[in-house]
Structure formats: structure tokens, C-alpha cells
């Protein structure tokens, strides 16, 4: 099997399709040593083509993102931050992990940029750390009359890790939306602090800010974490830096989610939030288009304890994907960008508003991001159901809980759709009516089945056939105008699959 060759040969005398030859090359090379491995890499390309992504975690980056995480770079370990390594020959790692966090800078006007963190998770906890070293660990080290942890008693030791280990957080509910980063009990910030949560308002599935406030000075906690995975909604920041500060808490925002949509602009004024927080953590994918990764911006007064992410939480950063981001955050300060972002909730909001059309009930009824949060248990169905019924029907999207749901995280009440990779590949208002009248038609033929003790089940179900079979049609039919990564000819591998 020699794919490379076979290309050269078909192509010859042709125009030249670099990012065609740099796949093919790419596939070559891992097909030598593994050709499983590069039918998988070449078949998840075919199955992203033929199903229609909505999750509103994920979305597609560029070919020249992709190309700058498969490189050497990932050879060289580079503990320690620009200009301060615990490694010989960084040189060129430190150039590009000063051209990224300059880029993120300037895309999203921050005082400083650490664009280490492998993932958000990653990011959170560089940011907890950042906050307690500041806030806890200084000032006590201070008290002894040190700077160092490692001239402190152990009894001395032993007390700054309780003060440590005894911070108040609070957090959004993982119900009400918020994330497991947040203060969930089953994740190592609920570990990390005493953590409290706030819930949305059981009538409006919103915040109520005159709760929120009152409970933080019921708390007055050190972190006050405002951020979401699956809320509907805008948040004030300015009002929210407002409440922080009466109580002294450290205001920290997770953007993860809709990073993009601020750094197109279209979530700006006090629904920016890097123009408020003391810290800002965000994924480097979802609405950013970016690759897989983490960030943390901060204000000056944070920038040297955030910078310790090692040895805090992460050992070696991994320099391609810092240059990976850098050609992100480049591609992101753009006009192209800013009108893709505000494309994004254009597209999510009539999204929304076709499925309640349909008679599919939308949490909160509208949308104001990216995200929509839909309520299958009104149709009798659970969640897990719903994203498997459509699964089979061309759409890729999550079970999601809803506020107060009684099904749990497992089966949940719900689905989350998103809009960030359908905007990326061009759809626009015709597109979302479309999808939500295939979403529509496929939720009501679905119908819970029986388990095995005779119970009605909230995973089996049945879905009739015919609307399965013309529902796929009609997603080929929306992605064939749309193809991902057109560049890339999936066809001329068919006989190597």
C-alpha cells in the first residue's frame, strides 16, 4: 500500500491541491506503521461529512490549525513559562509562546494571556491555584517572615494547607447549567474548597441577580465563579464585578464556551467578560475554533501566579499546540471572524425558535448564545433516548441535564444543541429551519420501549423506520452543500478503507 505514490501518480500534470498532497502524506505515513489507525483517522473525516454536528462543545478548525499540532515541536518538553525553563535549547518555544499569548492579547484585550493549559479543566485549576497562592499562601508565608514554602516548619506548613484546603467557592449548579469544574462534589474543585451553589429561578430558568447577590454575602466567598455549559442565557458582568467586590471575592469567569462570541464582539459591553473579571479561563475549541486546549487571562495582579502553572498543576506544556493557538487567536482577530460570531447566535436563536414552531419545548424559550436547550420529557422520552434516535438519523448532539431535572446527569430530561460547526460550514436560517423540522419529525416517532423486567425503559426505545431513512436523505442532502473540509477528496482513499 503506497497511498502517497498512487496520489502522485493520479494527480500528475494537475493542478496542485497542497492540502490534498499534506493529508495524503500525513495518512501515508501513519498508514506505514498502522494502517487501522489511518483508515480511522480518514473514516471519522467521512462520518463528521455524513452526520450533522451540533454539539455545542465542538466545531472545526482550520487545515492550517491542524497542520501546526502535527509537527515536531511536540519533541521538546519546556516546563517553566517564556524566558524562565527548566529545559535547555526552548528558544524556539518561547518565541511561540510569546506570539500566542501576545495574539490572545490583542484578540480579547487582556492584561496577560497563559496559554499553557491542556484543556479548561486544566485552566481552572491554574486559576484556583493562581487565587490561592495570591490571596492564601502569600500572605501567610508573609506572616512567617519567608518567601519560600520550603524554609517554613512543618507545623507552619501544615497550617497554610488548612487555611488553603478551608476557601468558600461559588459556583453555578451543574443542574442550573453550570460545569463539573464548578463545584460538583464528584470533581477535585468540590475536593478543593467549601463549595456552594447557585441555581436558576425554577420559573424563568434564568439568573435571579437579587438571589444571587444575597447569597454571596450570605457566603462571602474568595472565588466567586460565574461561567456555564449549558445555559441559554447572557450574563451582566458588569453587575456581577459589582456584587464581588461588596464582599471582597475574587471575581473568575469560565468562557469556555463562548470564548468566540466574545472575541468576535458579539457578546461585548458588560456581556464581556475580560473587561471585568480578576481572572478569565476558556478552552482554545468550541466557539474559538481554535485546537483542543486551555487558556487563563488575567489582570496584572494575577499574571506572575498564573504564570506557575507548573509546577502547580501541569508539567510540560505542549509547544504545538501553543503554535496551533496562536494561528487561532490570528485567524479569530478578524472581520471574517466577527461576522462568523455573530452568525453563530443568528443561527442558534432561529434554531430555537423553529423547534418551539414544531411544538419542541426550548428551555427559557429562546436563546441568547450559542447554545439550545431542549426538553424531550415532554414527549415522554429521557435524553440518552433522544441523542440516540438522532444519532441514527444523521444529527450528532448530548443528552443534557435541565434545572431540576429528575432524570440526572446519566439520562437527563434533555439535549444540548449547538451552532458553532453548522455556522462554520456556511449554514445560515434556511439550514436551522430545516434541521428543526427533522429534529421535530424524528423526537415525535420515537417511542420508549419496555426493559427487560417489563418497566418502561429510559434508554431502549422505537423509532419508525421510514422517518429514519428520509431524515438521513435529507441530512445528506443539507451536508452535501456544506462539505467539510472541501479541499480533501475522501473518495481516493475508498480502496485503502
Known amino acids: 500500500m503506497d497511498i502517497l505514490k498512487d496520489y502522485l501518480a493520479k494527480t500528475a500534470g494537475g493542478e496542485l491541491n497542497r492540502e490534498m498532497l499534506t493529508f495524503v502524506a500525513n495518512i501515508d505515513m501513519v498508514a506505514r506503521q498502522n494502517p487501522t489507525i489511518a483508515k480511522t483517522i480518514v473514516q471519522e473525516l467521512i462520518d463528521q461529512r455524513s452526520h450533522l454536528k451540533l454539539i455545542a462543545s465542538e466545531n472545526f478548525c482550520s487545515l492550517p490549525v491542524q497542520s501546526a499540532m502535527g509537527n515536531l515541536l511536540t519533541d521538546k518538553y519546556a516546563e517553566g513559562y517564556a524566558g524562565n525553563r527548566f529545559y535547555a535549547g526552548c528558544d524556539n518555544v518561547d518565541e511561540i509562546e510569546r506570539i500566542a499569548s501576545k495574539e490572545a492579547c490583542d ?15 486544566d485552566a481552572n485549576l491554574v486559576a484556583f491555584w493562581a ?36 476557601q468558600k467557592l461559588l459556583g453555578m449548579d451543574l443542574y442550573s447549567g453550570g460545569h463539573l469544574t464548578h463545584g460538583y ?26 438571589n444571587l447577590r444575597q447569597m454571596l454575602h450570605e457566603v462571602k466567598p474568595l472565588i466567586f465563579l460565574i461561567g456555564f455549559s449549558a445555559y441559554p442565557g447572557n450574563i451582566d458582568y ?40 480578576d481572572i478569565c479561563t476558556t478552552t482554545t475549541h468550541k466557539t474559538l475554533r481554535g485546537p483542543r486546549g486551555g487558556m487563563v487571562l488575567c489582570t496584572e495582579a494575577y499574571a506572575e501566579y498564573v504564570d506557575k502553572g507548573c509546577p502547580h498543576v501541569i508539567g510540560g506544556p505542549l509547544p504545538h499546540v501553543m503554535a496551533a493557538k496562536a494561528i487561532a487567536f490570528k ?35 429562546t436563546t441568547e448564545n450559542h447554545i439550545v436547550l431542549v426538553d424531550v420529557a415532554a414527549l415522554g422520552l429521557t435524553g440518552r433516548q433522544a441523542e440516540n434516535a438522532l444519532r441514527e438519523c444523521g444529527l450528532t448532539l448530548n443528552r443534557n441535564t ?3 431535572d429528575a432524570h440526572g446527569p446519566w439520562y437527563t430530561s ?6 458553532p460547526a453548522t455556522t462554520t460550514l456556511g449554514m445560515g436560517k434556511e439550514e436551522m429551519a430545516e434541521i428543526a423540522d427533522i429534529i421535530a419529525t424524528v423526537l415525535k416517532s420515537v417511542k420508549p420501549s419496555l426493559d427487560k423486567k417489563g418497566n418502561v425503559s429510559k434508554a431502549r426505545y422505537t423509532i419508525d423506520e421510514g422517518v429514519k431513512a428520509a431524515s438521513i436523505e435529507r441530512i445528506k442532502g443539507i451536508l452535501s452543500k456544506f462539505v467539510l473540509y472541501p479541499e480533501i477528496d475522501t473518495d481516493f482513499f475508498a480502496k485503502y478503507l
Open 414 to 419: 434533555g439535549l444540548r444543541l449547538g451552532t
Open 185 to 210: 462534589r464528584h470533581n477535585a474543585s468540590a475536593q478543593m474548597f467549601d463549595c456552594y451553589n447557585y441555581h436558576v429561578d425554577k420559573e424563568t430558568g434564568l439568573l435571579d441577580y437579587d
Open 131 to 166: 487565587i490561592l497562592r495570591k490571596h492564601v499562601q502569600t500572605p501567610a508565608l508573609e506572616k512567617f517572615g519567608e518567601k519560600n514554602l520550603l524554609n517554613i516548619t512543618n507545623e507552619q506548613w501544615d497550617e497554610i494547607r488548612a487555611e488553603m484546603g478551608n
Open 331 to 365: 485567524e479569530a482577530n478578524t472581520p471574517e471572524f466577527k461576522t462568523y460570531a455573530h452568525k453563530i447566535i443568528e443561527n442558534s436563536k432561529h434554531l430555537a425558535a423553529s423547534l418551539v414552531e414544531k411544538g419542541i419545548g426550548v428551555q427559557t424559550g
Open 402 to 404: 435541565l434545572p431540576f
Open 238 to 277: 458588569a453587575i456581577l464585578k459589582q456584587y464581588a467586590d461588596e464582599v471582597g471575592a475574587v471575581m473568575m469567569v469560565d468562557m469556555a464556551h463562548f470564548a468566540g462570541l466574545v472575541a468576535g464582539g458579539a457578546l461585548s459591553g458588560k456581556y464581556n467578560p475580560v473587561a471585568y473579571a
Open 107 to 121: 484578540l480579547f484585550g487582556a492584561q496577560h494571556a497563559y496559554v499553557q493549559p491542556h484543556s479548561g479543566a
